[in-house]
């Protein structure tokens, strides 16, 4: 529930706080929402993180149109994992990750490309995210669940055994 207090309602409250203030000075401006890769399919084992990211992809690129004819740019960048405690924290040994993490640097500067580019919308940060993203929206749900289930539910049992 925590999660999902920061994850959702704190992000749209946020969002709507100064995306207000930006509407009332009529001169554009720019959010940024952090979402992530895991927002385009749903992952077992992190159902609610997954889960919550979707709602910040789907809320942010709908803003992102409303707001286009008062010149505010939305974007939502979805990284995937990345150089942080993020996995310390979520007490994950082994996190699941394409080839390479990036910096969190790397994934700053994307979002600030996209910024000064004037980019609405959804950013995925990272090549072979991109590809990851777009390759799990084309698979069927039941298909990506199973694969990530079955990558997953070993490393969970390992660390439920540690334990």
Known sequence: LEMISLNIMTLVALTHRYLRKMRERGNGGVIINVSSSASFQPIPFMATYAATK????????????????????????????????????????EPIQVKGMQTAEEVVETALQAARGGKTGTVVSGWANYVGAVLGTLAPNALVTRVIG??????????????
Do not use: M, W
């Not at 939305?74 to 924290?89: D, H, S, Y």
């Not at 079955?150 to 334990?163: A, F, H, T, W």
């Open 150 to 163: 079955g990558v997953l539910r070993p490393k969970i049992e390992k660390n439920s055994q540690e334990r």
């Open 54 to 93: 979707a709602f910040v992809t789907s809320f942010t690129e709908a803003i992102a149109e409303e707001n286009r004819p008062h010149g505010i740019k939305i974007i939502n960048l979805c990284p995937g994992a990345t150089e942080t405690n993020f996995f310390a924290a979520a007490d994950i040994k």
